[in-house]
């Protein structure tokens, strides 16, 4: 009898991966799981495999540190969005404080001679600095909205011709897309440390090898059984137009009196020559040889029977 424990083991720890994979995509999509993992895989030491542990590692460290769960903090990381403005506000208005204070006044003044500027202007300068740091780290929620923007139509398509359940199911293929490219291009980052170079190439080859894992979209799928049918209705035409030019060709010559029709162009009749009767050539010589071998110019010297 065949045991089905190793079977049972192999699908608990799949359920068991899956789950923990599921659990760090709000940090991934919307936080910034992708700049810890990153980090964890450039401070690990040791082989490939190790040092990609590693960071996963310290990613499920920093998802424990979160509140809430899977929903509360997928919403917590789109809703920080907002405090951005807020906190660089605050970030200027201790620098102004700290500015103002005695002991700093020479330090100051030297700064603002040196950069040519004032405390407002220097002031304003920490403000966007701090800006962009902070959307700096909040563009993996800026790529993965904008992205999934543009699979809202094959998500609607899906769920329009196939129901709730294939919509849902495409958006589970996006997502899971957009998860592999963020895992992609933190791993690239921490392997290439060519600013912006490892991130995209990792990227890529994150997103083709989930999209190999997932299959194709609806949409894809759709668009080539559009194009087989289109294919299709083009060769079925040229069969019919060729089909039609033989006919015309031999009842001009019928008409003419140049040749008899010992068979007639019933395709019908021959479902075993339909294929043949869409060669215009090969039609005419089946109406206009009262043998198969009559306008064979190698054959017409040769009686029939002869070459039979």
Request: net charge positive; aromatic share 8%; glycine share 8%.
């Amino acid at each position: 009898m065949v045991s089905i424990s190793p079977l049972i083991g192999f699908l608990g720890r799949s359920y068991a991966y899956t789950k923990r994979g599921v659990n760090l995509v709000p940090e991934l999509l919307c936080g910034t799981g992708s700049e810890v993992l990153s980090q964890g895989i450039k401070n690990a030491k040791g082989s490939p495999l190790i040092r990609l542990n590693s960071g996963f590692s310290e990613l499920e460290k920093h998802v424990l540190q979160q509140k809430g769960g899977f929903l509360q903090r997928t919403w917590n990381n789109i809703s920080s969005l907002k405090n951005i403005f807020k906190d660089a506000g605050v970030a200027k208005e201790a620098f102004l404080k700290k500015a103002s204070s005695p002991e700093h006044a020479k330090a100051l003044e030297r700064l603002l001679k040196m950069k040519g500027t004032t405390l407002e202007g220097l002031a304003s300068k920490v403000y966007r600095g701090n800006v962009l740091k902070s959307l700096g780290k909040r563009i993996p929620l800026i790529g993965s909205a904008l992205l999934l923007l543009t699979e809202l139509p094959n998500i609607w398509s899906a769920t329009k011709d196939k129901g709730l359940f294939a919509g849902a199911k495409e958006a589970v293929k996006s997502v899971s897309r957009l998860s592999g490219a963020m895992v992609g291009s933190a791993i690239g980052q921490a392997l290439i440390p060519v600013p912006f170079l490892g991130g995209i190439i990792g990227w890529c080859a994150g997103e083709w090898l989930t999209s190999k894992i997932v299959g194709k979209s609806y949409s894809e799928k759709k668009y080539e059984q559009q194009e087989l049918a289109k294919q299709s209705d083009q060769i079925r035409d040229i069969q019919e137009q060729s089909l039609a030019d033989a006919q015309k060709y031999v009842q001009s010559a019928q008409n003419s009196g140049q040749v008899q029709t010992p068979y007639p162009l019933q395709p019908a009749l021959y479902p075993q020559l339909n294929n043949m009767t869409s060669n215009p050539y090969i039609a005419y010589q089946m109406q206009t040889s009262s043998t198969p071998y009559q306008n064979d110019m190698f054959m017409q010297k040769m009686p029939f029977n002869r070459v039979v």
